[in-house]
């Protein structure tokens, strides 16, 4: 493993030693102190004998201008070091804090690891008081650091897009042709880009017919075409199509070198090749697309010319094949970094337990639908309800019993709403937010519901709750805040009557 004090690729030598942030990682930072709920998040790298934080949340003002901490942390270095996560309820107990200055008493960090392996920095949380953290933490916490990692994978991509850029100088016609694609790559997205590529190639080698393709489990993809004269087309037929069907593509994946045929007539044993030579089409010309050192796609062109020039193709396509392929692979890091945000939103808006809405998800939606009753000027009606017996069971029954009594009771929501927004919002209280004006008619259909589960439950006590209901009126609005409050008293009285009524048997 490389020392810990020079693991700073990914991020720019120059901006690393300057005392400013990154806003990237300020936002990671940003959203790893929202989603822990903790005052302080950080972002580090070493650099020689300093720590720098170059995505930071919370920092006291002393430090928020130069971002550079007195000394380095032994936690930072551990993690860096280690490649794994540390966690500390209390650091107080260690008999050393580092960074006295943030006041560090629970700390959690993990590595931000790149495609490579690389730990490139520290992605780490921090309370100002003892706090215990779970599984469900360091999930976040590793989510936000892949988030992190694909920010330094992207800094890069970028330098090395840099020194491309000073190579094709000294060479007047790649420069063009390579900087346009370059152009495109880091003003548009990258789908975009890559399907803007032929188009730039065709035009400035003057080839009439240009396609990209992707290589997708034994199929070739079209991701990019361009046709200089309508009556090329035809070519494209197919989005989609074999890799049988064109053996000039088949020959420079295979080969992993460029390809090309001056006479392709005698390609007529592919649908593909037949129908470039019936557009009267006569060289045609390969390059893969490799992605370290393995093929992703193929670059194709086609020209009516018999025995075209190719000194400058030969030497230009295969360094264009490169930049394509780390566009391609940028493309696939941004539909993983989607998916991975998709789950970080998932985890932090439910609850793990029920899989509904947890309180922060819950506000975020039920606020919403609020707003829209509001402007629509129509009712809403929000159930509270807080589930009976929950602590017998768990004294009773432990609380692996008690966990599924919440797990029944989700699903007993889940059977009477379809369209409303369910939470589980404490320990064993749960809430329901409709657009539905009529509370009696929502409490019967849980009752319904209700009544199922309990025929189905067979032998064992019932499932029960007290609930409380509390209507939205658009003539005499109130806040999200005001409904739960109301349902939630009621929902206490009604409690109170099971009490009594239980205490009298």
């Known amino acids: 493993m490389a020392n810990p004090q020079d693991r700073t690729s990914g991020l720019d030598?120059?901006?690393?030693?300057?005392?400013?942030?990154?806003?990237?990682?300020?936002?990671?930072?940003?959203?790893?102190?929202?989603?822990?709920?903790?005052p302080i998040a950080l972002v580090s790298v070493l650099d020689d004998d300093h720590e720098i934080w170059k995505g930071a949340h919370g920092l006291p003002p002393a430090l928020a201008d130069r971002r550079v901490a007195a000394a380095i942390s032994s936690t930072t270095r551990e993690v860096l070091t280690t490649g794994k996560p540390m966690l500390l309820q209390d650091a107080r107990r260690r008999h050393r804090?580092?960074?006295?200055?943030?006041?560090?008493?629970?700390?959690?960090?993990?590595?931000?690891?790149?495609?490579?392996?690389?730990?490139?920095?520290?992605?780490?949380?921090?309370?100002?008081?003892?706090?215990?953290?779970?599984?469900?933490?360091?999930?976040?916490?590793?989510?936000?650091?892949?988030?992190?990692?694909?920010?330094?994978?992207?800094?890069?991509?970028?330098?090395?897009?840099?020194?491309?850029?000073?190579?094709?100088?000294?060479?007047?016609?790649?420069?063009?042709?390579?900087?346009?694609?370059?152009?495109?790559?880091?003003?548009?997205?990258?789908?975009?880009?890559?399907?803007?590529?032929?188009?730039?190639?065709?035009?400035?080698?003057?080839?009439?017919?240009?396609?990209?393709?992707?290589?997708?489990?034994?199929?070739?993809?079209?991701?990019?075409?361009?046709?200089?004269d309508d009556r090329y087309h035809p070519l494209r037929q197919a989005p989609r199509r074999r890799l049988g069907d064109d053996g000039l593509a088949i020959a420079a994946l295979r080969s992993r070198l460029p390809v090309t045929d001056h006479d392709l007539d005698r390609l007529g044993n592919t649908a593909h090749g037949r129908r470039a030579a019936e557009l009267g089409l006569r060289t045609a010309f390969a390059t893969p697309v490799l992605l370290q050192h393995a093929p992703i796609g193929v670059l194709e062109l086609f020209t009516p010319e018999p025995r075209p020039v190719m000194t400058d193709l030969l030497d230009l396509l295969p360094r264009a094949a490169l930049l394509i392929g780390q566009l391609m692979d940028r493309r696939l890091a941004a539909r993983a970094h989607d998916r991975r945000t998709a789950e970080l939103e998932t985890i932090a808006m439910h609850d793990d337990l029920t899989g509904l809405l947890n309180r922060r998800g819950y506000y975020a939606l039920a606020e919403s639908a609020l707003a829209i009753a509001r402007r629509r000027r129509e009712p809403a009606t929000v159930l509270f309800l807080d589930v009976d017996g929950l602590k017998r069971i768990n004294d009773r029954d432990g609380h692996a019993a008690g966990d599924e009594l919440l797990r029944q009771v989700a699903a007993v929501l889940r059977a009477a709403f379809e369209s409303e927004v369910i939470a589980r919002i404490g320990g064993d209280e749960f809430v329901v937010f409709s657009n539905e004006a009529d509370a009696d008619a929502l409490t019967a259909r849980l009752d319904v519901a209700l009544a199922a589960a309990n025929a189905a439950r067979g032998a064992g006590p019932p499932l029960a709750w007290s609930l409380g209901t509390a209507t939205f009126n658009p003539e005499q609005p109130r806040s999200l805040d005001g409904l739960m409050t109301d349902a939630d008293a009621r929902m206490y009285a009604v409690k109170a009557r099971h009490r009594r009524a239980e205490a009298r048997r």
């Open 13 to 38: 030598e120059a901006e690393l030693r300057g005392p400013g942030g990154c806003a990237e990682l300020d936002q990671i930072a940003q959203a790893t102190a929202d989603a822990l709920a903790v």
């Open 97 to 228: 804090v580092d960074h006295a200055e943030l006041a560090i008493v629970a700390y959690a960090g993990v590595p931000v690891v790149t495609a490579e392996g690389e730990c490139v920095a520290v992605l780490a949380a921090i309370d100002h008081r003892p706090r215990a953290w779970h599984d469900r933490d360091v999930r976040v916490l590793r989510g936000l650091a892949h988030a992190a990692a694909a920010v330094a994978e992207q800094r890069r991509l970028t330098r090395q897009c840099d020194a491309l850029r000073a190579e094709l100088a000294r060479r007047k016609l790649a420069t063009d042709l390579l900087l346009g694609i370059a152009a495109a790559a880091t003003t548009q997205p990258s789908a975009d880009a890559l399907e803007d590529t032929p188009a730039t190639l065709g035009r400035h080698v003057g080839w009439p017919c240009v396609e990209l393709l992707t290589l997708e489990d034994e199929e070739l993809r079209s991701v990019g075409w361009y046709a200089a």
